[in-house]
């Protein structure tokens, strides 16, 4: 469609400010954004929506727009909510690089026009696809009887011969159409698409699973109920929805990358819907939140944990055993960033997603998860079935991370961390508060470990572990240079293997039989080694306490 045929419709409430003699230009897409510079999500033929959230001052109107023409849009839109009428200085500089201007009435939604710019898109170029996505418009938009994602899916494998699935960023399958997606494939494809976003690359990303090529758009937020355009792309890396398709989406035409383009808009809204669904339960969490860290009397705790039991947990006859979940993303920040990423509502986006069972499919098996964040960190509620006696109920640390962890690593790339800490199931508003305290020392616990995603449980609080965390750095290192860098020195000179040495024998007990068999060594080839560690150090292997001092210093190394 042609930008002449935007004004010529009076629904999209459009008034034309400059660029009059440039309304020929051909519309291949639409895009809406707020950041300042967003040329690595364009491909150039976009008509650009903005609510000038970008604009501090006059001086940033040219740089923006130059960005935009240099990108290959073909227009901009720009919207009357947030500063009224349009700024001259953004008129001077859309006549400046000759890019048409117009002004959205604050009336009309950028999703209106987001919907008809794709409707019209797809209808000229390509009648298959344009039927796909009608559908899809209607069957989103209908209420309970829509068909959701799937049907657009559906379609595009009966239509256009392409199979395609709906992956969350840990490459649990939301939406598929035929065959499921392996998901040892799903979790390979979202880590392939986190690593290459923490790259600035621009989508579709491409990637090769066991011989089959996939392509990778990314899904974003649409229309003005979204949240603010993210500054950072650290903000929503780790929540953003993908579309794989089995194809090599690098021999497309243009305007079959475009039609893919407007598809993932129209899924978007599923996204939208899914997040709205979602506020209900993360208000809940958050008053329980509130009134536990407070010091609410446990009856007026009670009373709210009645009120969310039955969102939780529909048809449930008793009230539910409790357990928290604490998760933590610290990003490490980059002077040149010159921007800062608040880790709360990151952590909360991610602990929704690693608490849906990776087994399960769909956008709506997230519906019992109420998650809060408070500062940095998001605080999950979760209601469990209520355990039998002396078993050990509830979600694991280990096992929570299992599914996610490689996409995950990805996406945090080398700048950031996710730590997480799993309290034991309680029984009664009474216990809230420990459990909260609970999992929060075992983030803690996770936090002093090595690696971008780490988690630990309650079952660890009750061991020596629990202490490592909180010794000072500068007595961690010199403890363990103490004991172990005579006995590295060594090992590099001489290839003696000491130090594996001595962690077989302190995790046989000391057993001289049991560690010579697991090492496939002599008696006399591990006494002497033993005894070289004790010349070495001045310890005795065989006192406890000496064996305590290097079992912590192995530990803290």
Not at 454 to 463: F, I, R, V, Y
Not at 489 to 517: K, M, N, Q, V
Request: net charge negative; proline share 5%.
């Amino acid at each position: 469609m042609r930008l002449r045929a935007l004004l010529e419709t009076d629904a999209l409430g459009l008034r034309l400010l400059g660029g009059e003699d440039e309304l020929d230009r051909t519309v291949r897409g639409v895009m809406t954004t707020d950041l300042r510079d967003p040329s690595r999500y364009l491909s150039g033929g976009e008509l650009v929506l903005t609510g000038l959230a970008w604009r501090r001052d006059a001086d940033d109107s040219e740089p923006f727009v130059r960005i935009l023409a240099g990108a290959g849009v073909v227009g901009l839109a720009a919207g009357e909510a947030e500063l009224g009428a349009i700024p001259d200085d953004l008129i001077r500089a859309c006549a400046q690089h000759r890019l048409p201007l117009f002004a959205v009435n604050e009336s009309v939604a950028f999703a209106t026009i987001t919907e008809h710019v794709v409707r019209q898109v797809s209808g000229e170029r390509a009648g298959d696809l344009a039927a796909v996505v009608d559908r899809h418009r209607r069957l989103m938009t209908s209420g309970p009887a829509g068909g959701g994602p799937e049907v657009v899916l559906d379609l595009l494998g009966s239509d256009l011969d392409l199979r395609a699935w709906v992956l969350s960023p840990t490459g649990r399958q939301i939406a598929g159409a035929g065959e499921p997606l392996a998901p040892s494939v799903g979790a390979t494809l979202a880590g392939e698409h986190l690593g290459a976003t923490r790259t600035g690359r621009r989508g579709p990303h491409r990637a090769v699973v066991h011989g089959t090529t996939y392509s990778l758009f990314p899904i974003r937020h649409s229309g003005r109920g979204a949240a603010p355009a993210a500054r950072d792309v650290r903000e929503t890396v780790l929540s953003d929805w993908l579309l794989a398709v089995e194809a090599d989406a690098g021999d497309w035409p243009a305007a079959r990358l475009d039609l893919l383009q407007g598809v993932t808009q129209l899924i978007a809204v599923e996204r939208d819907r899914r997040d709205a669904a979602r506020t209900v339960r993360r208000r809940l969490a958050q008053e329980v939140l509130e009134l536990v860290q407070t010091g609410a009397a446990p009856a007026e705790i009670a009373a709210r944990l009645r009120v969310a039991a039955p969102v939780l947990l529909p048809g449930l006859g008793s009230a539910p055993h409790w357990q928290v979940i604490v998760a933590r993303v610290d990003w490490t920040q980059s002077a040149a960033a010159g921007t800062e990423v608040a880790g709360g509502p990151v952590a909360q986006a991610l602990l929704e997603e690693i608490l849906v069972d990776p087994a399960v499919t769909g956008s709506e098996s997230s519906d019992r998860i109420a998650v809060a964040h408070a500062g940095d960190e998001a605080i999950a509620l979760v209601p469990l079935p209520a355990v039998g006696e002396g078993t050990d109920g509830g979600l694991h640390a280990d096992a929570l991370l299992a599914a996610v962890q490689a996409p995950l690593s990805a996406g945090l790339a080398d700048d950031g961390r996710l730590t997480l800490g799993v309290s034991a199931a309680v029984h009664s508003a009474e216990g809230l508060r420990g459990a909260l305290e609970e999992a929060r020392h075992a983030r803690r616990v996770a936090a002093a470990r090595p690696g971008r995603v780490c988690a630990a449980g309650h079952h660890e609080l009750a061991s020596h572990v629990l202490l490592l965390p909180f010794v000072p750095d500068d007595v961690r290192r010199a403890f363990t240079a103490r004991l172990l860098d005579p006995l590295r020195d060594y090992d590099r000179r001489h290839r003696a293997e000491l130090i594996p040495t001595l962690e077989a024998f302190l995790d046989c007990d000391g057993s001289w039989t049991r560690c010579a068999t697991r090492l496939h060594l002599h008696v006399n080839t591990l006494r002497y080694r033993v005894g070289r560690i004790e010349q070495l150090t001045g310890r005795d292997l065989s006192r406890l306490e000496d064996k305590l001092d290097f079992f912590l210093a192995l530990r803290m190394s």
